[in-house]
Nanobody, 123 residues
Framework: QEQLVESGGGSVQAGGSLRLSCAAA????????MGWFRQVLGKEREAVAA????????YYSNAVRGRFTNSQDNPKSTVYLQMDSLKPEDTATYYC????????????????WGRGTQVTVSS
């Protein structure tokens, strides 16, 4: 059983918007944090955002703060990442992560990872 399934990626022009979804297994969703990360081929995976699914508190990287917004649907065990004012440098494969095993929600120390969804932003 897949723990996390992302959807919502696609291609958009600069300045446009996309919304990513991550449907989690219920026990994964309820544990502590869910995170969003992105990776470009040949580069390290970087944190984008995270949310404490119990309190709803959100965390954002400096690169996306003010443009990306977390939201969640508890009955559906699903988190969303609304991405506005997209830039070409946001182009990457976006991954959802669940169950933080470290101390920082914006670290890569998560137990479960989705397969990723591609986001491409053209200029």
């Amino acid at each position: 059983q897949e723990q996390l399934v992302e959807s919502g990626g696609g291609s958009v022009q600069a300045g446009g918007s996309l919304r990513l979804s991550c449907a989690a297994a219920a026990h994964t969703y309820s544990r502590n944090y869910m995170g969003w990360f992105r990776q470009v081929l040949g580069k390290e995976r970087e944190a984008v955002a995270a949310v404490d699914t119990q309190s709803g508190r959100s965390y954002y990287s400096n690169a996306v703060r003010g443009r990306f917004t977390n939201s969640q649907d508890n009955p559906k065990s699903t988190v969303y990442l609304q991405m506005d004012s997209l830039k070409p440098e946001d182009t990457a494969t976006y991954y959802c992560a669940g169950v933080l095993t470290g101390t920082s929600p914006l670290s890569v120390n998560y137990q479960y990872w989705g397969r990723g969804t591609q986001v491409t932003v053209s200029s």
